[in-house]
């Protein structure tokens, strides 16, 4: 019944949300952005999202703090704990969030926070970024369905590829395969090309394609014109009328597969295409080792035609439509995704706070009720909480196409599976 009532507020008309009328202490909402600074349009972007979803009579009244003003999310946070707020959305980025989990650790007042950090998750601050894990345990649990088994890592040196890689370690153990290689690469191209050369076991494979070309040569019939019983007698003499031998460049050896059937990788840019050339080196096909890559490759899929078959995980965009319509109608410009969390937080806590509660409780934002298993829908899907302050998701598989860009080919569930997401 929760996630119906939830949909029901996503499609609530536009307008604001933050005005005159009765304070209630403990179910009024913090709101932590950035309003002012470098970031300034960004963060009333989406205060404004936050207010749509709060655009009906009744909805908890939203107290707004500027991260950007002296202070910064220590303040703000402390202002909002000062004002007996019930929750706080915000703030934006890991940094403002650890500031203001700082404030709220000696409070039991739950936060819910923008970025997509888990290092800032922890038992009532959730994360509502689409985080590298919920993209790597999606595609995992895909891939386990196709029979991949041997999952490795080939990463950059960086925030995102630690991320990415700590994902992937937990999913392999959490579905009960063995431990994942993993190697975080170098910069050059010279560093990426020989390092995945010896991670995919380059020298061995050659040398095995090498013993069995040997011995399907030496299966092979003698040429015509040689007596197999005397080879070292001479050839018939050629007519005038036999064509010259041909010449030409002696083909590829075809290697066989590295030792793992499904590989992450998590490059974007020139390093990306560092990795797609030392691929091709090693011979680490797209089409025959499932490739699978962070959901940033959807804003440049069109460009990695050479990564045909590969994944990333990512929100079905028809998801978000009718929120980007109820946007664009008020404010007459199209939302930033960021805008989505903000939406979805704002309309999560509004549905919590008009649904039923324990006699005498101040709010409805409480653990219980926001860790609930089944989760709510919201622009991006269905998504859930944990209790260590992780965030699950419903998320969408794309793959790449032999021409670039991609397709969805497995869409969201529409609900939260366990191994899943």
């Keep these: ?165 700590s994902a992937l ?5 959490e579905h009960g395969l063995s431990s994942p290689q993993i190697v975080y690469h170098g910069a050059t191209a010279t560093e ?35 007596d197999p019983a005397n080879p070292d007698s001479p050839a018939a003499p050629e007519t005038a009328a036999s064509p010259a031998p041909a010449t030409s460049a002696p083909e590829e050896v075809h290697l066989p597969p590295p030792p793992f059937d499904a590989l992450l990788l998590a490059d974007t840019g020139l390093q990306l295409g560092h990795v797609i050339a030392a691929m091709r080196t090693a011979q680490i096909s797209p089409t025959e080792t499932r490739i699978m890559g962070p959901g940033l490759w959807g804003a440049f899929a069109g460009k990695l035609a050479q990564l045909q ?44 706070d008009q649904a039923p509660r324990a006699p005498g409780a101040k709010n409805g934002y409480s653990v219980t009720a926001l860790t609930r298993p089944e989760g709510f829908s919201g622009v991006d899907g269905v998504f859930g909480f944990t209790g260590n302050g992780r965030t699950r998701r419903d998320l969408a598989i794309f793959q790449i196409l032999p021409e670039g860009g991609s397709r969805i080919v497995q869409a969201p569930s529409g609900r ?3 191994g899943t997401n």
């Design 192 to 226: 990426i090309t020989e390092q995945l050369k010896t991670f995919s076991a380059y020298e061995s494979r050659a040398a095995t394609a090498a013993t069995q070309a040997a011995a399907t040569a030496a299966q092979e019939p003698a040429p015509a014109g040689v």
């Design 169 to 173: 370690q937990q999913s392999c153990s």
């Design 309 to 352: 078959n590969a994944w990333y995980a990512a929100p079905d965009p028809a998801s978000r439509q009718h929120f980007v319509q109820l946007f664009m109608a008020q404010y007459h410009h199209m939302p930033t995704p960021l805008a989505d969390l903000s939406y979805d937080a704002a309309a999560l806590v509004k549905a919590l």
């Design 1 to 165: 019944m929760m996630a119906g009532v939830l949909m029901s507020t996503l499609a609530a008309c536009a307008g604001g949300g933050h005005g005159p009328g009765t304070s209630h202490a403990g179910r009024n909402v913090g709101v932590l952005l950035p309003l002012t600074g470098n970031n300034a349009r960004l963060g009333q972007e989406m205060l404004s999202a936050a207010r749509m979803a709060m655009n009906t009579p009744g909805a908890p009244t939203l107290d707004i703090h500027d991260t950007a003003a002296p202070g910064g999310a220590t303040a703000a946070a402390q202002a909002a704990v000062k004002a007996k707020d019930g929750i706080i959305l915000g703030p934006l980025t890991a940094g403002d969030a650890t500031q203001a989990a700082t404030v709220t650790a000696q409070t039991d007042l739950p936060m819910l926070a923008f970025t997509s950090d888990v290092s800032v998750a922890r038992p009532d601050v959730w994360i509502l970024g689409i985080a590298p894990e919920q993209q790597v345990r999606r595609m995992v649990g895909a891939a386990i369905k196709e029979n991949r088994q041997h999952f490795a890592a080939f990463l950059p040196d960086n925030a995102l590829g630690h991320a990415m890689g």
């Design 416 to 418: 939260l599976q366990n």
